[in-house]
């Protein structure tokens, strides 16, 4: 299983993520073939190497040219850069909607803005729908968070990890006047993620940064047991400050050892709530990403029969998952506790069977296979194709996977 381990030890932007990974080996003309079909007209993608207090890495550029009056005028947009056209979130899920990207990569894409306009709505008060992006809406902003997914995709990777994130220190000039570093937006997006302050005069993680660490993150903290295959070096616009302004990223694989990370169980009791929003509030969890959600009848006070709502999510998701709780079910209160969690290496196979191919997900300790399942969703739709029970197509999909010839890959 192909890892990312983010190393910002001076922070983060969104165009330093896409830099790093560049040179740790993702292609950029592939890169700019996606960017391409999100139709943004006149820009143009370049990257170079270029030197931070003696060390090198890749350096991210997003140029943007318009035609005014019969002639072109050229513009490199960085952060903070001006751009007129404004977007919400409805016009930039569309772009991405009507992309055709991996998809993978496309719905990585998707919940980094949904998590960056939820957090823009809460610092401003307003609801996500009414959200004007100014610098999420950027041409610039749109590149680096849809470039950044491509890129994790085109270098096949499965998890990410990211240390602790600097968020560097004073204050900030902005269209709200003067404000404390991290900005009200970034603050919101880092609720839960571990954080630590700098020497760094300024903003040292940008709002994209902070949505694509703490949206794709699984979990933070030091580098996990791996097997390094390369690594990257992405470069910001900064040239001096106490620490060169770059961000270090490492890919490989991950090994036995690095299958723990730390998750947080969240439960509620309910017995006043009806299954039938017990079960929308479950779904409703899932589909916001958290890694489970179930609930378990009980019988509470008064002998009265009740559901125990349970959640397991990351770290940084906490505070999202809480609120979620509270507005989509009676409690009025929760616990939650934080576990270390021990997992298989998890790798997926596809083979041949007579309904089609099939995915089977294989788990891995110690380089032995313990367990192989195939993937429900395939089996579903191979038998509503083949007119088959889902039963028979997962029996013969086992089968083939255990037999374990050369037909069967």
Known sequence: ???????????????????????????????????????????????????????????????????????????????????????????????????????????????VFGRLADAEAAAHGIAVEKVHFHEVGAVDSIVDIVAACVALELLDIDRIVCSPIAVGSGRIHCAHGELPVPA?????????????????????TTPTAAAIFTTLAESFGPLPAMHVSALGWGAGTREAGPVPNLLRVFVGEASDAAQADTVVELSANLDDCTGEVVGAAIEKLLAFGCLDAWATPAVMKKSRPAWVLSVLCGPADVAAVERMLFAETTTFGLRKHTCRRAKLLRRHETIETPYGPIRVKIGERDGAALTASPEFDDCRLAAEAHHASVREVYAAAQALYREGGPAAR
Request: aromatic fraction near 4%.
């Open 1 to 111: 299983m192909a890892l990312a381990y983010f190393d910002c030890f001076a922070g983060s932007g969104g165009d330093m993520i896409v830099a790093s990974l560049i040179d740790a080996g993702a292609d950029l003309d592939a890169i700019r073939a996606e960017i391409d079909k999100l139709r943004l007209p006149g820009v143009h993608l370049e990257a170079e190497t270029v030197h931070r207090s003696g060390m090198a890495g890749v350096q991210f550029h997003v140029h943007e040219h318009h035609k005014h009056e019969g002639h072109e005028h050229g513009h490199e947009h960085g952060h903070g850069g001006h751009e007129h056209a404004h977007r919400h979130l409805g016009d930039i899920l569309e772009l991405i909607d009507a992309a055709d990207l991996p998809p993978r990569a496309a719905d990585r894409a998707r919940r």
């Open 184 to 204: 009200p937006a970034t603050a919101r997006l880092l609720v839960g993620a571990p954080t630590h302050g700098t020497d760094i005069v300024g903003e040292a």
